[in-house]
Antibody
Framework: QVQLVQSEAEVKEPGSSVKVSCKAS????????VSWVRQAPGQGLEWVGG????????NYAQKFQGRVTISADESTNTAYMELSSLRSDDTAIYYC???????????????WGQGTLVTASS | QSVLTQPPSVSGAPGQRVVISCSGS?????????VHWYQQLPGAAPKFVID???NRPSGVPDRFSASKSGTSVFLAITGLQAEDEAEYFC???????????FGGGTRLTVL
């Protein structure tokens, strides 16, 4: 089992960028993929994208292509999600979610971070 | 509008059985992609409940089960308990979107 601990809440101006981190403890990233899922206030879950740390391979939801960068640092077992050109409707809790193996797209998310609230507001 | 459709709410009395549906199409559930289920308590992160191969993580009781028919998948919870009251989400892959997709969520109320 892997424990995922995310960075603290952020308040950002519309148009700026935010970078959220997700540090894994327990088992390492060696056979693991990390995805990012967001949840707007009172809404459902929305997949943003994911990364396979050992290969650096990424997949992004088309909606976020060009605005999101997901990366991972194997040396620190930390994954990152950077979202740029923030809009008010990007206000949401962003979760990192981990899956055993290298399947970003069809596997299940066994492990979840505690969530990071990102507020885009002036 | 979610790609996977769930009923907004279901309810049942303690001890009863409830079923939550997750309806998709031929580009996701109908194409054979696994459907996974998550439970989310208020103010908490989602928690994995059961996967597409009907495997449950340790700690999830066998009162939770899943089945499939055509382009729909069903989460059944038997022997309903107060602690089961939560929001439930289904998740799969959609080949048309080439993306992970979630259902809109179903609020389970234990009466």
């Amino acid at each position: 089992q892997v424990q995922l601990v995310q960075s603290e809440a952020e308040v950002k101006e519309p148009g700026s960028s935010v970078k959220v981190s997700c540090k894994a403890s327990g088992d390492t990233f060696s056979s693991y993929s990390v995805s990012w899922v967001r949840q707007a206030p009172g809404q459902g879950l929305e997949w943003v994208g994911g990364v396979i740390p050992v290969f650096g391979t990424t997949n992004y939801a088309q909606k976020f292509q060009g605005r999101v960068t997901i990366s991972a640092d194997e040396s620190t077992n930390t994954a990152y999600m950077e979202l740029s050109s923030l809009r008010s409707d990007d206000t949401a809790i962003y979760y990192c979610a981990g899956a055993a193996g290298y399947d970003i797209l069809t596997g299940h998310y066994r492990d979840w971070g505690q969530g990071t609230l990102v507020t885009a507001s002036s | 509008q979610s790609v996977l459709t769930q009923p907004p709410s279901v309810s049942g009395a303690p001890g009863q059985r409830v079923v939550i549906s997750c309806s998709g199409s031929f580009s996701n559930i109908g194409a054979g992609y696994d459907v996974h289920w998550y439970q989310q308590l208020p103010g908490a992160a989602p928690k994995f409940v059961i996967d597409g191969k009907v495997n449950r993580p340790s700690g999830v009781p066998d009162r939770f089960s899943a089945s499939k028919s055509g382009t729909s998948v069903f989460l059944a919870i038997t022997g309903l308990q107060a602690e089961d009251e939560a929001e439930y989400f289904c998740q799969s892959f959609d080949s048309s979107l080439s993306a992970v997709v979630f259902g809109g969520g179903t609020r389970l109320t234990v009466l």
